[in-house]
């Protein structure tokens, strides 16, 4: 009997070091991403040979200025690697990697304030790039970022999957959707 407790706490160490070592490598991963953007709704092909070219001439086309032009630079680019998809059906995500986080922030800021871009009449849409993971808890947060929109609260998301809540001059964090959907129920959302 003792025994079976023995190997019963060793199992729960064990759990909690292998939980501690996955996050750890998810974030990991979410770290080497950092200067990583997610860019959907070019057609296929349309990069031709030369992606990260292409995709820093749109950028710069599309949300820069001289000012701009100095600094940005796309180190590389690619499609998601998976099979082509057939015609008709929506194309692969281009992965966009520029020189530095303060690029892609900076980026992503334009993409806030032009929000309407296109190519050729495809709507293009520009994300940073997370591992799956991360991916996932931040869509957990999907209900409760359309509560707070519909209820004209200032929120955002913070790296990774955290959730930054300002009512009332005061800030809240949120770290799951759980403990967000109490705090909206309590206040009346």
Same mark, same amino acid.
């Given at each position: 009997?003792?025994?079976?407790?023995?190997?019963?706490?060793?199992?729960?160490?064990?759990?909690?070091?292998?939980?501690?070592?996955?996050?750890?490598?998810?974030?990991?991963?979410?770290?080497?991403?950092?200067?990583?953007?997610?860019?959907?709704?070019?057609?296929?092909?349309?990069?031709?040979?030369?992606?990260?070219?292409?995709?820093?001439?749109?950028?710069?086309?599309?949300?820069?200025?001289?000012?701009?032009?100095?600094?940005?630079?796309?180190?590389?680019?690619?499609?998601?690697?998976?099979?082509?998809?057939?015609? =008709?059906?929506?194309? $692969?995500?281009?992965? +966009?990697? &520029?020189?530095? !986080?303060?690029?892609?922030?900076?980026? #992503? /800021?334009?993409?806030?304030?032009?929000?309407?871009?296109?190519?050729?009449?495809?709507?293009?849409?520009?994300?940073?790039?997370?591992?799956?993971?991360?991916?996932?808890?931040?869509?957990?947060?999907? =209900?409760?970022?359309? $509560?707070?929109?519909? +209820?004209? &609260?200032?929120? !955002?998301?913070?790296?990774?999957?955290? #959730? /930054?809540?300002?009512?009332?001059?005061?800030?809240?964090?949120?770290?799951?959707?759980?403990?967000?959907?109490?705090?909206?129920?309590?206040?009346?959302?």
């Amino acid at each position: 009997m003792a025994e079976n407790n023995i190997l019963k706490e060793k199992l729960e160490l064990i759990e909690q070091e292998c939980n501690w070592v996955k996050n750890k490598v998810v974030d990991l991963e979410d770290r080497s991403r950092r200067n990583n953007l997610r860019l959907i709704g070019f057609p296929e092909g349309v990069e031709q040979e030369d992606s990260p070219s292409f995709i820093q001439k749109w950028l710069l086309d599309n949300l820069g200025t001289q000012q701009d032009a100095s600094s940005l630079c796309v180190e590389r680019a690619h499609r998601i690697p998976r099979k082509k998809p057939p015609p =008709g059906a929506p194309p $692969r995500a281009i992965l +966009a990697r &520029v020189m530095s !986080s303060k690029d892609r922030d900076w980026v #992503l /800021r334009q993409k806030r304030i032009r929000r309407d871009l296109s190519y050729n009449g495809n709507p293009i849409a520009i994300y940073p790039d997370f591992s799956r993971d991360t991916q996932k808890k931040r869509m957990g947060f999907k =209900g409760v970022k359309k $509560r707070l929109a519909e +209820a004209q &609260v200032n929120y !955002s998301m913070i790296f990774a999957a955290k #959730l /930054r809540v300002v009512h009332n001059g005061n800030v809240r964090f949120f770290i799951n959707p759980e403990e967000a959907t109490n705090w909206l129920d309590t206040m009346g959302f």
